[in-house]
């Protein structure tokens, strides 16, 4: 039982907020678009996917059903398939490994690093004859290590397809999540930075031939100007509808990343003398990372009693992945050992960090951090 009265509620995402802070503008959004009649592969869809692939600096950026979608076409494109071993990082999503799985790969997990991101001596341990491609994962809105990533890919003939998910704007050496391999992918799921009210992705690429067959795979393999059937596709538009609305929110992108940075910056002065938690690296602490914190995730002690002392004060927080890493998933089968993820998946917390948050609420939750560990 509680024993202190809640002063506050800080749900891990608020849902409603999302579409509360703009309702107007949205609204608006969405009669525009009916009043027109504009639903499938119409006009809003193409400027969502020209400021895309402007913003990235890349040569397509093609909207799509989602980003599970975006890394099956991603992977069937780059000519991956039966036979073939993906490597990618234990700690993501199952959309990862099962883009791979349904291209009739098979997906190969590995270890991460202390940044809970790939880790490239884990990559190189995991090499086979049969590896063709490394998909790194840019989780929490920060991206890997590319140099090291690129320099194996180089090395042994792979192929970089990456989950850029969470992504979307982050940098490493300045250059953007998502455009390292011959294909990146993105997330716009209604929790992610950039999130449509409901299912979405996008992938992008500067090849043309992945390009030409992401249209097709897209379109039932249509052609869009003659019609014609060219390859066996998929149904896996992005709709109209969302492609607006994620428009309209990618106007102010940066605005966006920034308040994102700035309240992961005021985690960083609440809690960075508490000796029981790993944050993650503060903004601006590595010149060759710029991180947008699609996540707030940090390592902690004692994490389920710290998860229920929160809970108890009206503290959302999240395991990711209900908790465990890919390869624990004892249905899927795989045996591999990975010892910094298992060990990570005893510690690893997200506090909530998000546009509806004020900075009274992240006070409150760092106070309920700091008086667990007996330090408020
Ligand atoms: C790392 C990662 N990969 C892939 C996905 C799948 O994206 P979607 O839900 O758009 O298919 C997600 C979604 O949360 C994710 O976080």
Redesign the pocket.
Same mark, same amino acid.
């Given at each position: 039982m509680p024993t202190r009265l809640l002063t506050r509620s800080v749900p891990f995402f608020n849902y409603r907020g999302a579409f509360a802070g703009q309702e107007e503008e949205f609204v608006r959004i969405f009669r525009d678009v009916l009043r027109r009649g504009a639903f499938i592969m119409q006009r809003d869809l193409e400027q969502f996917e020209a400021n895309l692939a402007s913003y990235l600096g890349v040569k397509h950026a093609i909207g799509l /059903?989602?980003?599970?979608? /975006?890394?099956v076409i991603a992977l069937r494109a780059a000519g991956i398939g039966p036979g073939d071993e993906v490597l990618f990082p234990s700690h993501?999503?199952v /959309? #990862?490994p099962s #883009?791979i799985f349904f291209v009739g790969a098979t997906p190969v997990p590995v270890d991460c690093g202390p940044d809970h991101l790939i880790d490239p001596d884990s990559v190189r341990r995991a090499l086979t004859s049969r590896t063709k491609a490394i998909m790194p994962? =840019?989780?929490n809105g920060r991206t890997a290590d590319m140099d090291a990533i690129g320099t194996l890919a180089r090395e042994h003939g792979l192929v970089i397809v990456e989950? #850029?998910? =969470?992504g979307l704007g982050s940098k490493f050496k300045g250059r953007f999540a998502g455009t390292f391999g011959v294909a990146g992918?993105? #997330?716009?799921?209604p /929790?992610?930075i950039l999130g449509c009210f409901g299912?979405?992705?996008a992938l992008v690429t500067d090849d043309d031939e992945i390009a030409r067959k992401t249209l097709l795979y897209r379109d039932h393999g249509r052609n869009a100007q003659t019609g014609d059937v060219e390859m066996w596709g998929l149904n896996s538009r992005l709709d109209n509808l969302h492609a607006a609305i994620l428009d309209f929110q990618f106007r102010d992108y940066q605005a966006i990343i920034d308040r994102r940075r700035a309240l992961a910056r005021l985690y960083q002065d609440l809690l960075g003398d508490v000796p029981e938690l790993v944050l993650p690296p503060a903004p601006d602490s590595n010149p060759d990372h710029y991180d947008t914190f =699609?996540n707030y995730e940090i390592e902690a002690e004692r994490r389920d009693d710290l998860r229920q002392f929160l809970k108890e004060r009206g503290i959302g927080t999240l395991v =990711?992945w209900g908790g465990k890493a890919v390869h624990q998933f004892h249905a899927l089968g795989f045996t591999q050992r990975l010892p910094n993820t298992e060990r990570l998946f005893t510690r690893c917390l997200m506090l909530p960090l998000n546009l509806t948050l004020a900075d009274d609420d992240m006070r409150y939750v760092a106070g309920g951090v700091r008086e667990f560990y007996g330090r408020g």
């Amino acid at each position: 039982m509680p024993t202190r009265l809640l002063t506050r509620s800080v749900p891990f995402f608020n849902y409603r907020g999302a579409f509360a802070g703009q309702e107007e503008e949205f609204v608006r959004i969405f009669r525009d678009v009916l009043r027109r009649g504009a639903f499938i592969m119409q006009r809003d869809l193409e400027q969502f996917e020209a400021n895309l692939a402007s913003y990235l600096g890349v040569k397509h950026a093609i909207g799509l /059903a989602n980003c599970t979608d /975006a890394l099956v076409i991603a992977l069937r494109a780059a000519g991956i398939g039966p036979g073939d071993e993906v490597l990618f990082p234990s700690h993501t999503m199952v /959309a #990862s490994p099962s #883009s791979i799985f349904f291209v009739g790969a098979t997906p190969v997990p590995v270890d991460c690093g202390p940044d809970h991101l790939i880790d490239p001596d884990s990559v190189r341990r995991a090499l086979t004859s049969r590896t063709k491609a490394i998909m790194p994962v =840019q989780l929490n809105g920060r991206t890997a290590d590319m140099d090291a990533i690129g320099t194996l890919a180089r090395e042994h003939g792979l192929v970089i397809v990456e989950d #850029s998910a =969470q992504g979307l704007g982050s940098k490493f050496k300045g250059r953007f999540a998502g455009t390292f391999g011959v294909a990146g992918t993105f #997330s716009f799921y209604p /929790a992610k930075i950039l999130g449509c009210f409901g299912d979405g992705g996008a992938l992008v690429t500067d090849d043309d031939e992945i390009a030409r067959k992401t249209l097709l795979y897209r379109d039932h393999g249509r052609n869009a100007q003659t019609g014609d059937v060219e390859m066996w596709g998929l149904n896996s538009r992005l709709d109209n509808l969302h492609a607006a609305i994620l428009d309209f929110q990618f106007r102010d992108y940066q605005a966006i990343i920034d308040r994102r940075r700035a309240l992961a910056r005021l985690y960083q002065d609440l809690l960075g003398d508490v000796p029981e938690l790993v944050l993650p690296p503060a903004p601006d602490s590595n010149p060759d990372h710029y991180d947008t914190f =699609q996540n707030y995730e940090i390592e902690a002690e004692r994490r389920d009693d710290l998860r229920q002392f929160l809970k108890e004060r009206g503290i959302g927080t999240l395991v =990711q992945w209900g908790g465990k890493a890919v390869h624990q998933f004892h249905a899927l089968g795989f045996t591999q050992r990975l010892p910094n993820t298992e060990r990570l998946f005893t510690r690893c917390l997200m506090l909530p960090l998000n546009l509806t948050l004020a900075d009274d609420d992240m006070r409150y939750v760092a106070g309920g951090v700091r008086e667990f560990y007996g330090r408020g």
